[in-house]
């Protein structure tokens, strides 16, 4: 295979023993697996090891989020192209197929948007779905930003695969708990605040955008079709608008008082 037509598939990983041997199993044929481990404590690097992964390392202290992580580790990467996976997502055969295919045209191609299956309470989301993620792009051309949350920078031609192309979905595991999205709502929305504070949210944005985000999530994008996991994660979404919004009231009442 012409190097230029050559793939590294990139997973970040802290403490990932839970789902890692299924995700490596899935990606194993591509031409390079590489794992950017932050010092986990668990059996995650026994098992990449074992499974011939490339290991590098990226100090966990100082940082509280993956994305730098991120950066480090696809300018890492062996060859040209470069597919990020997480530690709970697998890719199917035909998604690799697919990849493969992409970087022989001879247009300016330089990342791909794939999309993502979801579950909850052991359902497939249709609300979540199909829940684009940036993750396949040309090595030199892309920038990961230090920013939770965030999308790579891609200097080039993106294209998203059609989202009735259901076979070529990165399968999500993490399939998580009330318990789990709940602690994530407190911790995301703290991440939330720098990049809205320029918001002046008052009584209508606490009353409008959660109930906008049910719409969404519940209508829209046909939560309704999910049924009771439907309804609860709809509800869930709603509340995380809630906790952003009333999390800037108080910094402002706060500040206000401090004043």
Known sequence: MNEENRISVVINTYNAEQHLQRVIDAVKDFDEVLVCDMESTDT???IAKRNGCRVVTFPKAGHTIVEPAREFAI????????????????????????LYEQTTRSDNLA????????????????????DYVLRFFRQDNTHWPAVIHCSPEVDGKVEHI???????ALEHLANDSISSILRKTDTYSEYELPRRRHKNYGLLALIFRPLFRFFKSYIVKKGFLDGMPGLIH??????YQFVVVTKLIEERQTNRTKA
């Not at 890492?76 to 197929?97: C, I, N, Q, S």
């Not at 709809?234 to 509340?239: G, I, K, P, S, T």
């Open 162 to 168: 059609p989202s009735n192309r259901r076979e070529l």
């Open 111 to 130: 990342g791909i948007a794939i999309p993502r299956k979801n579950y909850f309470m052991g359902r497939f989301l249709h609300s979540a779905y199909p």
């Open 75 to 98: 300018h890492e990467a062996a060859h040209p192209w470069v597919l990020v996976v997480d530690a709970d997502e697998v890719v199917t055969p035909e998604l690799r197929k697919f």
């Open 44 to 46: 995650t690097l026994e």
């Open 234 to 239: 709809a509800l869930l979404d709603a509340h």
